[in-house]
């Protein structure tokens, strides 16, 4: 019993970290030219990796198989993707 209860804990655990995701079209549609930063943090979260150099700063949520993908300049959007969403 003990054993099914903490399986079925798991599996709930791992149906709601699923469904939390922000890696989702509606959130990429809210993406818009010109955004700043801040935005689209508030609107993607934390950026999984951001990296760059002179002023452009290429930021990623996610994976391989499912990204949304952005590349800022002076902290405004300049171009995005995704994939997978």
């Given at each position: 019993m003990k054993n099914t209860l903490t399986r079925l804990l798991c599996i709930?655990?791992?149906l709601l970290g699923v469904g939390c995701s922000k890696l989702t079209k509606e959130n990429y549609d809210k993406i818009t030219m010109g955004m700043n930063y801040d935005e689209v943090?508030?609107?993607l979260g934390e950026a999984?990796?951001?990296?760059?150099?002179?002023?452009v700063q290429n930021c990623s949520w996610g994976g391989e198989e499912k990204y949304i993908k952005i590349n800022f300049v002076g902290k405004k959007v300049v171009l995005y993707s995704a994939k997978g969403l």
């Amino acid at each position: 019993m003990k054993n099914t209860l903490t399986r079925l804990l798991c599996i709930a655990l791992l149906l709601l970290g699923v469904g939390c995701s922000k890696l989702t079209k509606e959130n990429y549609d809210k993406i818009t030219m010109g955004m700043n930063y801040d935005e689209v943090i508030a609107i993607l979260g934390e950026a999984d990796e951001c990296g760059g150099a002179v002023g452009v700063q290429n930021c990623s949520w996610g994976g391989e198989e499912k990204y949304i993908k952005i590349n800022f300049v002076g902290k405004k959007v300049v171009l995005y993707s995704a994939k997978g969403l």
